[in-house]
Structure formats: structure tokens, C-alpha cells
């Protein structure tokens, strides 16, 4: 398995431009999950799926902010107008949801909204 | 909800043994995890402890767990300039959500 995919690894962006991040989980894992990634804040929880289904978005920082998940394989983060501050490293992760399993992390994608 | 810390550094000399010590505030906590970020990488599983368990090793990873002082700590023995990165702490109550700590960077000096 080639692991947890995320498109793209790095975006630059105008200020109130529409940016969307990709996700394709690992085949088999029913929750995915998305972070941000912040010098200030470290890791945070955006928003989590279980079967395709958003559990708890809770933190989500404002309704700018959205995501997806058509399918068990594909998911998406989608922020509409971006700003400055959204600029950080946004992780999805994926897991069997099952005991010790943890989490499969993709590699990121590195936003930078200027 | 749960709250994990982490000191945010650590600074050892290559060959000495590194720890890395962790706190979590949900006494329920069943999975205890490591996690390893590598510069421009996503975080990447190292070990984990079951929640009835006080010690694992694995090679140079010794994880400890207090349960009454609710810490956790990795060690890691030898540590090698390779080892240089972010260990993040986290914890699962057995179900899909894991909070994670900030991160503890740890840096090897050759």
C-alpha cells in the first residue's frame, strides 16, 4: 500500500482565493481524519470521518472552512475565501478504528496563503 | 477533554540516552502513543503501551508508564544524530479520537 496520499504537498495562494486539499486514505481504514499543523498551536483536530460520515467537527475553525468525503477512498478540506492566517501544514491521517491501530499520516501539505 | 504536554525541547549529545517525558489528564486513557515527525514529513507511528502495562522496550526504545502520575516517558538509548526530530506524545481512550501532545523537539548534538 502506498501509504496515506495527500495533493497537493505545497500551495501558494492569494488571499481570498478558494484552496482545496486531497486526501486518498489507506484502502481498508474506515476513519480519516484531518490536522493542521502550526508553530503556535502545534497539531490540531479539524474534522474526523468514520465511514464516511463526519463524527466531529468541532474543530473547525470558522464556516470558511469544509470537507468531504464522497467515498471510503477520497476526501477533501476546502477553504473558501482563504487568509493569511490559514497558512500551516494540513495532515490527513487514516486508521482501522479498531484498538492500538493508531494512525497512518500522509505527508502534508504545506499552505501558505500570502 | 483530554489535555496532553510535552516539554517543547530537548537538547542531547549524541551517544547519551534522550527522555522525553509526557503528561495526559484522562485517567480512562487506554492507548499510549509515540509518535516521530521527521523534517517535511507526516508523523510516523514509533511505539505505543497498552494502558495495563508499565514498560515496553523495543531495541533502543524504552517507553515508561506511571498510571497513578498519569506520565509517560520515551527513552531512547544511544541516541544517534538519525534520531533528530519531533516526538509527539498521544492518547487514545480506545475508540478512533487520539490527542496528541505539541511535539518535543529533539535535537543531537555529534
Known amino acids: 500500500d502506498a501509504g496515506v496520499i495527500q495533493s497537493p504537498r505545497h500551495e501558494v495562494t492569494e488571499m481570498g482565493q478558494e484552496v482545496t486539499l486531497r486526501c486518498k486514505p489507506i484502502s481498508g481504514h474506515n476513519s480519516l481524519f484531518w490536522y493542521r499543523q502550526t508553530m503556535m498551536r502545534g497539531l490540531e483536530l479539524l474534522i474526523y470521518?468514520?465511514?464516511?460520515?463526519?463524527?466531529?467537527d468541532s474543530g473547525m475553525p470558522e464556516d470558511r472552512f469544509s470537507a468531504k468525503m464522497p467515498n471510503a477512498s477520497f476526501s477533501t478540506l476546502k477553504i473558501q475565501p482563504s487568509e493569511p492566517r490559514d497558512s500551516a501544514v494540513y495532515f490527513c491521517?487514516?486508521?482501522?478504528?479498531?484498538?492500538?491501530?493508531?494512525?497512518?499520516f500522509g505527508s502534508g501539505t504545506r499552505l501558505t496563503v500570502v | 477533554g483530554e489535555d496532553v504536554e510535552q516539554s517543547l525541547f530537548l537538547s542531547v549529545r549524541e551517544g547519551d540516552s534522550s527522555v522525553i517525558n509526557c503528561t495526559y489528564t484522562?485517567?480512562?486513557?487506554?492507548?499510549l502513543y509515540w509518535y516521530k515527525q521527521e523534517p517535511g514529513a507526516g508523523l510516523q507511528l514509533l511505539t505505543y503501551?497498552?494502558?495495563?502495562?508499565d514498560m515496553k522496550q523495543d531495541q533502543r526504545l524504552t517507553v515508561l508508564l506511571n498510571k497513578k502520575d498519569k506520565h509517560l516517558s520515551l527513552r531512547i538509548a544511544d541516541t544517534q544524530t538519525g534520531d533528530s526530530a519531533i516526538y509527539f506524545c498521544?492518547?487514545?481512550?480506545?475508540?478512533?479520537?487520539?490527542?496528541f501532545g505539541i511535539g518535543t523537539k529533539l535535537q543531537v548534538i555529534p
Open positions: 470521518f468514520n465511514n464516511n460520515v463526519p463524527i466531529d
Open positions: 498521544a492518547v487514545s481512550g480506545g475508540y478512533q479520537k487520539v490527542t
Open positions: 484522562d485517567s480512562s486513557s487506554t492507548y
Open positions: 491521517a487514516s486508521s482501522t478504528g479498531q484498538g492500538i491501530s493508531g494512525y497512518t
Open positions: 503501551i497498552f494502558s495495563n502495562m
